[in-house]
């Protein structure tokens, strides 16, 4: 079935650049991606990627796909402290009767001043 | 910026009564979802909606629930008679097919 994975935790200092992995199981998803959720707040789409794509850049967010492996990674450069946040990566599958996302479990970012 | 509204922030309501959750997604989308979050576990998909019906449902969408778009501009999630277990942060979203933006959230309490 469709699955996706991260790490729970990943803690950097201000500055550094964040990297946050994502593993997926269904293969035929058409688009990957980034939501980022505050404490207390709604979940916030930081960037996708479509499934014909490498990699994509949006300033200091860069995703990397690597279909064969079905791995994506979500790198931040430049971390501030407003970047703490969980990061959810997710998957919609293709052939779903609409574009229903499928969650990772979350990889709290922590950055240390 | 438009959004997703969702009201209340938070609804406590006792084990067995129906609860509304409200939204009112972004004003030109066509597709709208239900998503739930218990406490330290996965965002998980209940329900799409998209032409006035349900187009997809999960297994945790049952009788219980219901939604509804009852006129232009509201999407709603009945919950019939709730259990403990239906506790949870309960998002709405809208999308116009590719994207999906969420609103705030509602928490439900079920004492």
């Known amino acids: 079935g469709e699955d996706v994975e991260q790490s729970l935790f990943l803690s950097v200092r201000e500055g550094d650049s964040s990297v946050i992995n994502c593993t997926y199981t269904?293969?035929?998803?058409?688009?990957l991606y980034w939501y980022k959720q505050e404490p207390g707040a709604g979940l916030q789409l930081l960037t996708y990627i479509f499934s014909n794509m490498d990699m994509k850049q949006d300033q200091r967010l860069t995703v990397l796909l690597n279909k064969k492996d079905k791995h994506l990674s979500l790198r931040i450069a430049d971390t501030q402290t407003g970047d703490s946040a969980i990061y959810f990566c997710?998957?919609?599958?293709?052939?779903?009767?609409?574009?229903?996302?499928?969650f990772g479990t979350g990889t709290l970012l922590a950055v240390q001043p | 910026e438009p959004e997703v509204t969702q009201t209340p922030s938070h609804q406590v309501t006792q084990m067995g009564q129906e609860v509304i959750l409200r939204c009112v997604p972004i004003s030109n989308h066509l597709y709208f979802y239900w998503y739930r979050q218990i406490l330290g576990q996965k965002v998980e998909f209940l329900v799409s909606?998209?032409?006035?019906?349900?187009?997809?449902k999960s297994e945790i969408f049952d009788d219980q629930f219901s939604v509804e778009r009852p006129d232009g501009s509201n999407f709603t999630l009945k919950i019939r008679s709730t259990k403990l277990e239906d506790s949870a942060m309960y998002f709405c979203?809208?999308?116009?097919?590719?994207?999906?933006?969420f609103g705030q959230g509602t928490r439900l309490t079920v004492v």
């Open positions: 909606f998209y032409n006035n019906e349900i187009s997809e």
């Open positions: 979203a809208s999308s116009e097919k590719v994207w999906a933006f």
């Open positions: 997710a998957e919609s599958p293709y052939g779903g009767a609409t574009n229903k996302l499928i």
């Open positions: 269904d293969s035929s998803s058409t688009y």
